[in-house]
């Protein structure tokens, strides 16, 4: 397994002083609010291991937090586990659930670490491809996927790195489509917050049909703007969870304790959460006013803090290069990171679009800009 894209891209962005739209994460600062309870369960002692699950106060928020967004009660103690990220939950399922030769459904593009997580766990990558340009999902195409060897499929809503949302019409499809199988689903909701108008987000824990056979992963590096404290969660109901926890116990064991007192007293508040659609909404629409000025073809922005774009129409001819080596070119002589789209398909399928990271100041989204426009 080699070094991902987006290490590289970061290393490169630094190396030449591009501006970094490449890796997905905000170049500005959390809630100043939330670093003070951090400080403050630190002063207070929380600082051993938390019970195994996760500390409670955490759990049982979180807890209320779905009740409330999705309507679906789960267990604080039986059915809710913190992880270390959603990396960790998602490769803690694919080792509790996954035998050796079991089939896992992935729709691509898809997040890096799906494939070699299932590969970790003996299983065997299904890749089924989400529809070029709109990235929607082909329900035809999920269902002949499936087979008695398939044990889970792998969807994520809002989509890294398309930004396409799934509609209540796709999920309740998806509930048609596994209700006559023993199929598991995960669910990979860390954008969970970052939908726009007119969408909304469709939580796996809202439909029954799902929710039963369903580990729902969320992280709060993407909610709160603390991508690197890697905390995150897991819903399930309680088989699952105790299957999970098998090998969460011997995996990560437990997450630091203060961040998690920290984010249970956050959470207190659903304000932040709550009014970041409009943040990354106003960020979204600057960015995209933007690019309107230049030769980049926008694909649609539906949700997460990623736009793609297709190079197609550029006027240089490093367009032809293909999507990795232009993102290459585009850092060193442009000044502008970004990660090609073919980095998230296991063949590198090459459909000359690239994802940029709109998670940034507006002085460094300008800065992009004006030098995207050269193109
Ligand atoms: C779709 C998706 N899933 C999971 C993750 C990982 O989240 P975490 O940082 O909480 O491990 C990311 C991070 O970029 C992501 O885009």
Redesign the pocket.
Known sequence: MGTTIFSVMSALAAEVGAVNLGQ?FPDFECDPLLVNQVTLAMQEGHNQYPPMPGAAPLREAVSQKIKALYDRHYHANSEITVT???????LTILLAVVHPGDEVIVLEPC?D?YVPNIAMAGGIVVRVPLTPGTFRPDFNKIESAITPKTRAILI?SP??PSGMVWRHEDMLKLQEILSATQVLLIS?E??EHMVYEPLKHHSASSYPGLAERAFV?S????TFHV?GW???TVAAPSALTTEFRKVHQFNVFTVNTPIQHALARYLADPGPYLELPNFYQRKRDLFRDGLTQTKFRLLPGEGTYFQCVDISELSVPEKNLGESEFCKWLAKEIGVAAIPMSAFYGDGFDQNVIRFCFAKQDKTLNTAIERLAKL
């Open positions: 997905g270390a990220g959603a990396t960790q939950a998602i997040y670490s994520n989509h890294n990979d860390v954008y992963v992280s709060f590096g993407k991508t890697k905390v995150g």
